[in-house]
């Protein structure tokens, strides 16, 4: 069966027909217009585009997107595409289409993609580090969302094991203090060096100097590692995954996936075993609607 799927991002909306197998049977971009009934508009297009290609209606299509839907009201919460915050999405995308549509927050996506389907079997969890952080986890091929629809904001956590200097420091935009996203979201990496440095540096510019031997650069990427797998630990704690995948713009940096993250890693968790493997994404930008496709049963 071939499965339909929408990556609703921030900046463009992309479509994509996915064979069992994760193949692509085809895919199709189109910009993100910014409003709410334009990019309604803009996803039922697509649609049409893509059934048009592959010459078959789809009677059921899944949809990755920022935020996630409260259980309570049903409408959009917590979207950094804040016109969409407050809106019946689900609702209103399947009156366009005139079908049924499953809606997923988009880090859940992105470890839906990279669990299926060579990982079906598995415990997934899939570690956004962008320009926030999120996460999603998969059991055995299955979406774990929670009551709340909520699971994997582990972004929203404290920073474990705090030491003096971070404990409560950082201001969240969620309104809180000292959450994992402060400290190890791209931002968090460019604003720790920037209060050490005195000016600020994009995130790959720091590593690049940190590479070449910069002290101030060195030691902000030793903090940032540190405090990942910190991070990372009390995931390991909780659930035990088989696999974790990073994504975002910080899972490019190499060194995460060597023994400068793995050995604090395996001191912090709480085993006397630790067989949890840590690897890039296999499938880049194309994670989101690939997860989104994995939603349709």
Not at 3 to 24: Q, V, W
Not at 28 to 57: C, F, H, M, S
Not at 152 to 178: S, V
Request: aromatic share 6%; net charge neutral.
């Amino acid at each position: 069966m071939i499965r339909l799927g929408i990556d609703f991002g921030g900046t463009k909306i992309e479509a994509a027909a996915i064979y069992p197998n994760g193949r692509f049977a085809a895919r199709q971009r189109t910009p993100n217009p910014g409003d709410y009934e334009a990019a309604l508009k803009a996803i039922a297009a697509l649609v049409d585009e893509l059934e048009a290609n592959v010459r078959q209606r789809f009677d059921h299509i899944g949809v990755g997107m920022p935020g996630s839907v409260s259980p309570a009201t049903g409408l959009i919460r917590g979207a950094n595409s804040t016109w969409l915050n407050g809106k019946p999405f689900a609702k209103d995308l399947e009156a366009a289409l005139d079908r049924k549509v499953s809606l997923a927050n988009d880090a859940n996506c992105f470890a839906l993609s990279e669990a299926l389907p060579d990982h079906a079997e598995q415990v997934v969890f899939g570690a956004i580090i962008g320009t926030g952080c999120g996460g999603g986890l998969v059991v055995r091929g299955k979406l774990v969302e929670g009551a709340g629809n909520a699971a994997g904001e582990w972004g929203h956590t404290p920073l474990p094991w705090p030491r003096l200097d971070e404990n409560g420091t950082r201001r969240c935009w969620c309104g809180r203090r000292g959450c994992l996203e402060t400290f190890i979201s791209g931002p968090g990496f460019e604003a720790d060096y920037a209060r050490n440095a005195g000016q600020r540096r994009g995130a790959a510019e720091i590593v690049k100097l940190a590479r070449g031997g910069d002290d101030i650069a060195v030691a902000a990427l030793d903090r940032y590692i540190d405090r990942l797998a910190r991070g990372l630990a009390v995931i390991c704690d909780i659930v035990d995954p088989d696999l974790i995948v990073l994504g975002g713009g910080m899972s490019n940096v190499t060194e995460l996936y060597t023994d400068r993250l793995l050995k604090p890693l395996e001191q912090h968790v709480f085993t006397d075993s630790f067989r949890t493997v840590i690897r890039a994404p296999k499938h880049g930008d194309s994670s989101g609607v690939r997860g989104a496709a994995w939603l349709v049963p």
